[in-house]
Structures are given as structure tokens and as C-alpha cells.
């Protein structure tokens, strides 16, 4: 039997339409022709002897060989990547300032920081995580090359960004039923109960913050009362405050830690939350080498799915 020799080529734009949401839009981002996107996932398919995503709706999900094959696919991206980058950067010296928000900081240092260090050992990397008005003022001041950040409304926010992808706001939960073993989310739960009689209970980051904003906008729509019940300015204290049961919180499902999970709106009468936009900006449309190696990395791994939603 002839070795099978997958074309990294390929598994690029496999895994970038599994992490777009959808092959059209990673025909867009890889300069493609939906066309040809098509003929590589057919080929792809061909190769693993078997389909890898199936219908679903409107939209196309992995098949339980899709799911085993995408893992691959983001080891062999990884690992091609990094040696192409030793090769292109073996004499690249520098220095990077990185801002980044809390919740990227644990998802994004030991991996493509990790990775960037190691093919680049001669750059100096000083990464800053803060919230996105410091991490903003920042980049307006020169004391940053450098900065993903969250963005609720349909524009970027600052010059030399880009969008580089949307993901739906969640309600977050504790990951242990028991912890909202609580009256007010026993109320909601219970059938032909009348929803929102009790104040809901929110978990959110200290004001100015706009994701607090946009959920307590969204609660005021649908008629339903609310309450803060724990503010904090660290993110590490709404985990645990959320994993307490103290209230509900709300962020995208990239990069949550173990005890606090997505919840189930089913039953519950909470209202869908909107999407925020994850963009990258540059202090300088064209930025120094260690920089725009930099910045390559991390679109890479945004929209190769290597800091894909869990």
C-alpha cells in the first residue's frame, strides 16, 4: 500500500475553515478561489479514506475522523511553521512589547510565545497583560508594538488593526451542577416558572468594560432584572467567584479554565448574547521584522484554529 503524504497546504486550509466557521471565508483569507478550496478538501477526504465534515443546518461540522485528523493538522501546521520560521529568522535580533488581555495571556504565552522564543532566540519578547483601555492607551503612546484585543463593535478601534475573528458571547456557569445549587437559578430552572422575578446575579469585570455593557444591555431588552452580585478588575477572581456560584458571567469560550463551563440557555429564559471581534494592532503600518514575524505567528495560530474556541 502507497504511503499516504498529506499536503500541509491543504491541512492549512482545512484547518482554517474548521476555525472560520466556514471554507468560503478561509478561501478569503488564504487569497483562494472557493473553487479550489473545494478540490483541496476533496483531495483531503480522498486521502483519509473517509468524509471529514458533514452537513449540519446550513453549516458543516467535523466527522469523528475530521476531529482526529484536524488535531494532526494542527501538530504537523505547528511543527512545519516553526521550522520554516528558524529558517527565515536564524539571524533575526530585536526587541517585541506584546500587550495581550488577561484571558489570551494564559492561552497564548506558553504556546506561540513558546514557539517565536525558540526559533528567534536572539529577540527579546516584554509582554504586557491589562485590560483593553490600558492596553489601547499603550499603543497610542508608543509603549507598544503590539496588541490583541477584544472589540464589541463592527470597527476596529484604532489604526493598523485587523479583524481577525468573531466568536459568540456565552453565559458561563460553575462546571459543577452543584454549585448553583442556588434559589434564584432553582427559580429559572423550574418548569412554568415566571422568568426573571429574582434579580439575576452577575459576575463582571469592574466598570469601564464593555462587555459589561453589552450584557446588561442585552438583560435590560429582554426585560429581565438584574444585579452585580461580584465585581472584580481580575479576571483570575471571576473565575472563582463564577465557579463559587455566585453569579453568572459572560466571554467568549476561548481559553476558560476547568471549573467554570459554557452553560445551556434552554429553559433558563436567558437571552442569546451578541459576538465580539478578536483584532490585532501594530503600533507602525510597517513594523520592524520581529514584530511582522510576530504578528504572522499569531494570525496563524487565531485562524489556524490553534486558539480556537474550546
Same mark, same amino acid.
Given at each position: 500500500?502507497?504511503? $499516504?503524504?498529506?499536503? =500541509?497546504? $491543504?491541512?492549512?486550509? @482545512?484547518?482554517?475553515? =474548521?476555525?472560520? /466557521?466556514?471554507?468560503?471565508?478561509?478561501?478569503?483569507?488564504?487569497?483562494?478561489?472557493?473553487?479550489?478550496?473545494?478540490?483541496?478538501?476533496?483531495?483531503?477526504?480522498?486521502? *483519509? /479514506?473517509?468524509?471529514?465534515?458533514?452537513?449540519?443546518?446550513?453549516?458543516?461540522?467535523?466527522?469523528?475522523?475530521?476531529?482526529? !485528523?484536524?488535531?494532526? *493538522?494542527? %501538530?504537523?501546521?505547528?511543527?512545519?511553521?516553526?521550522?520554516?520560521?528558524?529558517?527565515?529568522?536564524?539571524?533575526?535580533? /530585536?526587541?517585541?512589547?506584546? /500587550?495581550?488581555?488577561? #484571558?489570551?495571556?494564559?492561552?497564548?504565552?506558553? +504556546?506561540?510565545?513558546? %514557539?517565536?522564543?525558540?526559533?528567534?532566540?536572539?529577540?527579546?519578547?516584554?509582554?504586557?497583560?491589562?485590560?483593553?483601555?490600558?492596553? %489601547?492607551?499603550?499603543?497610542?503612546?508608543?509603549?507598544?508594538? !503590539?496588541?490583541?484585543?477584544?472589540?464589541a463593535e463592527g470597527r476596529l478601534s484604532q489604526a493598523h488593526g485587523e479583524r481577525l475573528v468573531r466568536l459568540p458571547l456565552q453565559w458561563l456557569g460553575p462546571a459543577s451542577p452543584a454549585a448553583? #445549587?442556588?434559589?434564584?437559578?432553582?427559580?429559572?430552572?423550574?418548569?412554568? &416558572?415566571?422568568?426573571?422575578?429574582?434579580?439575576?446575579?452577575?459576575?463582571?469585570?469592574?466598570?469601564?468594560?464593555?462587555?459589561?455593557?453589552?450584557?446588561?444591555?442585552?438583560?435590560?431588552?429582554?426585560?429581565?432584572?438584574?444585579?452585580?452580585? @461580584?465585581?472584580?478588575?481580575?479576571?483570575?477572581?471571576?473565575? &472563582? &467567584?463564577?465557579?463559587?456560584?455566585?453569579?453568572?458571567?459572560?466571554?467568549?469560550?476561548?481559553?476558560?479554565?476547568?471549573? $467554570?463551563?459554557?452553560?445551556?440557555?434552554?429553559?433558563?429564559?436567558?437571552?442569546?448574547?451578541?459576538?465580539?471581534?478578536?483584532?490585532?494592532?501594530?503600533?507602525?503600518?510597517?513594523?520592524?521584522?520581529?514584530?511582522?514575524?510576530?504578528?504572522? !505567528?499569531? %494570525?496563524? &495560530?487565531?485562524? +489556524?484554529? +490553534?486558539?480556537?474556541?474550546?
Open positions: 500500500m502507497a504511503q $499516504v503524504m498529506f499536503d =500541509i497546504d $491543504v491541512l492549512r486550509t @482545512f484547518s482554517t475553515g =474548521i476555525a472560520l /466557521g466556514s471554507f468560503a471565508r478561509a478561501a478569503d483569507r488564504l487569497g483562494r478561489s472557493t473553487s479550489a478550496v473545494s478540490a483541496q478538501l476533496k483531495k483531503l477526504e480522498s486521502q *483519509a /479514506g473517509t468524509p471529514l465534515v458533514r452537513k449540519a443546518g446550513r453549516g458543516l461540522v467535523l466527522t469523528d475522523a475530521g476531529e482526529t !485528523l484536524l488535531a494532526y *493538522a494542527h %501538530r504537523l501546521l505547528e511543527i512545519n511553521d516553526e521550522a520554516a520560521a528558524a529558517m527565515r529568522g536564524v539571524d533575526l535580533e /530585536g526587541w517585541v512589547r506584546l /500587550g495581550l488581555q488577561e #484571558d489570551l495571556g494564559e492561552h497564548v504565552l506558553p +504556546g506561540v510565545l513558546g %514557539r517565536f522564543a525558540r526559533a528567534h532566540p536572539k529577540v527579546r519578547i516584554e509582554a504586557c497583560v491589562a485590560r483593553s483601555a490600558d492596553l %489601547r492607551e499603550k499603543l497610542e503612546l508608543g509603549q507598544l508594538d !503590539l496588541a490583541l484585543l477584544w472589540e448553583l #445549587d442556588a434559589p434564584w437559578w432553582a427559580e429559572r430552572k423550574r418548569p412554568g &416558572a415566571k422568568k426573571g422575578r429574582e434579580p439575576l446575579p452577575l459576575v463582571l469585570l469592574d466598570a469601564p468594560c464593555p462587555l459589561r455593557e453589552i450584557v446588561t444591555a442585552v438583560l435590560d431588552r429582554a426585560g429581565i432584572p438584574w444585579r452585580h452580585a @461580584f465585581t472584580s478588575a481580575s479576571l483570575a477572581a471571576l473565575w &472563582a &467567584a463564577t465557579s463559587a456560584g455566585l453569579g453568572l458571567s459572560a466571554r467568549t469560550a476561548l481559553g476558560l479554565p476547568a471549573h $467554570v463551563r459554557v452553560l445551556d440557555r434552554a429553559g433558563t429564559g436567558l437571552p442569546a448574547l451578541p459576538s465580539m471581534a478578536l483584532a490585532m494592532y501594530r503600533a507602525q503600518a510597517q513594523p520592524e521584522a520581529p514584530v511582522a514575524r510576530l504578528a504572522d !505567528l499569531l %494570525r496563524d &495560530a487565531v485562524c +489556524g484554529g +490553534g486558539l480556537e474556541a474550546a
